[in-house]
């Protein structure tokens, strides 16, 4: 009995996608436009990310620059005072 019902039911479905040509079109065109959009953020945040590092290496030089400076007035002080 119950396979007599399903063979009812199932009988007049289409398990078959069909998308139209515009359809597909237009889907298509959404796919490419939000792909090229992730690409231009992903490039601006790599972008982003080399400027900071590259400000951060130039302020790593500075402060090298400053501490070799500071350690050798410190050493001159201690001769200073050791005279």
Not at 20 to 43: H, K, N, V, W
Not at 58 to 73: N, P, Q, S, V, Y
């Amino acid at each position: 009995m119950r396979e007599r019902k399903r063979k009812n039911y199932t009988k007049g479905y289409k398990s078959n996608l069909f998308i139209g040509r515009s359809s597909f079109l237009i889907i298509a065109i959404g796919l490419i436009f939000s792909m090229g959009l992730l690409y231009i953020s992903q490039s601006n945040s790599v972008a982003v990310k080399g400027e900071t590092l590259s400000d951060l290496e130039a302020r790593k030089a500075e402060l090298t620059e400053e501490r070799d400076r500071l350690r050798i007035e410190a050493t001159r002080l201690q001769s200073i005072k050791e005279l």
